[in-house]
């Protein structure tokens, strides 16, 4: 594989083959005549709907907050299949934009909503792709939260929808729209670091991430207020369960976990470094060492994967039963970029090799003095004020909101296109299924298939 320069229509005409159907019904499943004719110009409002109105869609709030007066949009609709999440949304949404909006259960009535112009995506991880492939043949725009999918059929499934569409898709993997991080992938570029054959990453947190014992909301739902079947969207039919209504991420059926929520970002930044997309080969191990509760996927988790044409070794660890020592790092031959902290970290430093450094020096305190010395370089942009940047940001990004919003009107690509989350899903599936089967994954690229064996 040659390194892949993104482009939207890179993969038209590599249909799925034996895609499962969705078991949605849909009742503005294509575009309508007012909705294709409704371009959006540079003074139009753009008119959202929150699809999912959990925890991650506050922060779909949030960003939409920050971006209304100057990027020109509102919000008309909430969505949600529990009726508590929706009713509350409503409220939190007239107290912030100062109007009210309509209320729907279930997502193909919102997407007939007139003036309707663009959906944000905040459903649990396995939902997201037939979704996303529900939201643009109605003919919206749309933010879907990561990862893509959870199954390489779903993944297909989506991008399939949204090539064949005229919509603007931005993926919630909000890193690749930071102005440390595109520096970063310029000094990849710029080939200052000379030949680089690894990339490490080391994010970690210090609890049972994903489940409460207390969870308010477990104590409170009742299967009368939601939509099961809806909810499990073509999952295996199972007695209503509130623990995986409210903590999905910790179940095997409806998540992978850290590699769904952490390694999809993670993995989603060495493709947008180094130009590259999905790994040839991937390895991992790990188990459930620090909080043995109900979670089904690891609480503590490593990989490793190649890129055989980048002659490039990729390796992604996470703990979550210590913090300490967090860090991303890119090493070249004739130099290193190195990240103190973990997800999304913009605190970057160039350090150039052969200045025979010693190993075992303080990182954090060892990179200040190496800057004052002038054999270390910090990386920072005036968005930053030119100052060393923090080691912990917000999920909640301005700039990829305003990246989606600008990318609606103009109608170019996004910097979170649709083929960053095809290449992110396949990558998190081939940890997430190597963890599982206990196995070596392949990538065939001619069949677009992950395989437990050698291609050759």
């Known amino acids: 594989m040659t390194k892949e ?85 409503a409220v939190s949404c007239k107290a912030m934009f100062g109007n009210d909006v309509q209320q729907f259960k279930y997502f193909d009535q919102m997407l007939a909503m007139p003036g309707l112009d663009a959906v944000m995506i905040g459903t649990p991880d396995f939902q997201h792709a037939k979704i996303l492939a529900e939201v643009v043949k109605a003919g919206k725009d ?75 909301n477990v104590a409170a739902i009742r299967e009368e207020d939601v939509d099961w079947k809806r909810w499990l969207m ?3 039919a199972v007695p209503f369960d509130p623990w995986k209504y409210c903590e999905f991420r910790v179940f095997r059926e409806y998540s992978g976990g850290i590699t769904s929520q952490w390694m999809s970002h993670a993995i989603g930044l060495v493709h947008f470094y180094t130009d590259t997309a999905i790994p040839d080969t991937m390895v991992s191990n790990g188990g459930i060492f620090g909080w043995p509760d109900i979670r089904e996927n690891p609480d503590t988790f490593q990989a490793l994967a190649t890129y055989n044409d980048a002659k490039l070794l990729y390796s992604y660890s996470s703990s979550y039963a210590n913090k300490f020592g967090d860090y991303s790092l890119i090493r070249g031959k004739e130099g290193s970029l190195f990240a103190h902290g973990g ?35 910090m990386i920072t942009t005036e968005e930053y004020g030119m100052k060393l940047p923090p080691a912990l940001l917000s999920d909640d990004s301005k700039y990829h909101l305003d990246n989606w919003a ?39 690229r001619a069949k677009e298939e992950i395989v437990d064996h050698p291609l050759f």
């Open 406 to 444: 600008d990318c609606m009107r103009s109608r170019k690509e996004t910097n979170g296109h649709i083929n960053s989350g095809f290449w992110h899903s396949v990558g998190t599936i081939m940890a997430t299924r190597s963890y599982r089967e206990g196995k070596k994954m392949y990538y065939d």
């Open 343 to 377: 997800e999304g970290s913009p605190r970057w430093f160039y350090i150039p090799e052969h200045q025979g450094l010693t190993g075992g020096f303080d990182v954090y305190e060892g990179l200040k003095e190496l800057v004052k010395l002038g054999k270390a370089e």
């Open 234 to 236: 073509g999952k295996p």
């Open 5 to 89: 320069r993104i482009s939207r229509r890179n993969f038209l005409g590599k249909t799925a083959a034996g895609v499962t159907a969705t078991t949605i019904t849909m009742s503005a499943s294509s575009m309508s005549a007012a909705s294709y004719n409704r371009i959006l110009g540079a003074n139009d409002r753009i008119n959202i709907g929150f699809l999912g109105c959990g925890s991650r869609s506050r922060g779909h709030q949030n960003m939409v907050m920050m971006s209304a007066k100057e990027k020109n949009l509102g919000v008309v609709a909430v969505c949600d299949l529990w009726t508590r999440n929706r009713e509350a949304k």
């Open 142 to 216: 749309c933010y879907c939260e990561k990862p893509l999918a959870e199954s390489i059929e779903d993944a297909k499934l989506a991008r399939e929808a949204v090539l064949n569409s005229q919509q603007v898709v931005q993926m919630g993997s909000q890193w690749v729209s930071d102005p440390v991080q595109r520096k970063v992938r310029d000094i990849v570029r710029s080939e200052k670091l000379g030949q680089i054959t690894k990339i490490e990453q080391v994010w970690n947190d210090n609890g049972p991430r994903w489940h409460n014992p207390e969870n308010p």
